[in-house]
T-cell receptor, first 111, second 117 residues
Framework: GQNIDQPTEMTATEGAIVQINCTYQ??????LFWYQQHAGEAPTFLSY????GLEEKGRFSSFLSRSKGYSYLLLKELQMKDSASYLC????????????FGAGTRLFVKA | EAEVAQSPRYKITEKSQAVAFWCDPI?????LYWYRQILGQGPELLVQ????????DSQLPKDRFSAERLKGVDSTLKIQPAELGDSAMYLC???????????????FGAGSRLTVL
């Protein structure tokens, strides 16, 4: 079966760096995604990893280790608008493609 | 910009009533997903369509939920009768190629928030 774990909540200070970890167990791994979701809104795509290593996109970076079933999302130069939930999601191919989401990590950015 | 349209945005109903949600995915996209997101949890896949055919409805509570996509374009998700535990955000999504990453990613509509009293 599928299992995705990430911390429930994190708090960080404006201008700082925060790392949100995600561990997963799945069959037919076909990519790991991070989505951002502001309160009351739909999730929006942030990053994608399918090979091991670091993907950097502006202030956001995402890392994947397939052998360890581990990923992290790194947010630099935190801004107040980064306060949101961050969802780790795994796409698996078990005869068809399916994206499974973790429960999300609520990030609070304080001044 | 192409987007997924959903209605209604908000729905309040009493338990045992029927409720329906509508989704119009991004034009020309064959795959359509319905997810349910309970407050404080991640989205859970309810049903996946490829054109008018159901590809995966293993997590759909079929005793009370139904979904259809008759012409392979827009889709309707129905709940009858609604229960208190059905209070959630119902999200519809298309699969879209993200040019910078080269990945097919889920693009969600704004969602339909259901409150069952």
């Amino acid at each position: 079966g599928q299992n995705i774990d990430q911390p429930t909540e994190m708090t960080a200070t404006e201008g700082a760096i925060v790392q949100i970890n995600c561990t997963y167990q799945t069959s037919g791994f076909n990519g790991l995604f991070w989505y951002q979701q502001h309160a009351g809104e739909a999730p929006t795509f942030l990053s994608y990893n399918v090979l091991d290593g670091l993907e950097e996109k502006g202030r956001f970076s995402s890392f994947l280790s397939r052998s360890k079933g581990y990923s992290y999302l790194l947010l630099k130069e935190l801004q107040m608008k980064d306060s949101a939930s961050y969802l780790c999601a795994v796409r698996e191919n078990t005869g068809g493609f399916k994206t499974i989401f973790g429960a999300g990590t609520r990030l609070f950015v304080k001044a | 910009e192409a987007e997924v349209a959903q209605s209604p945005r908000y729905k309040i109903t009493e338990k045992s009533q029927a409720v329906a949600f509508w989704c119009d995915p991004i034009s020309g996209h064959a795959t359509l997903y319905w997810y349910r997101q309970i407050l404080g949890q991640g989205p859970e896949l309810l049903v996946q369509f490829q054109d008018e055919s159901v590809v995966d409805d293993s997590q759909l509570p079929k005793d009370r939920f139904s979904a259809e996509r008759l012409k392979g374009v827009d889709s309707t998700l129905k709940i009858q009768p609604a229960e208190l535990g059905d209070s959630a955000m119902y999200l519809c999504a298309s699969n879209v190629l993200a040019l910078l990453s080269g990945a097919n990613v889920l693009t969600f509509g704004a969602g339909s928030r259901l409150t069952v009293l």
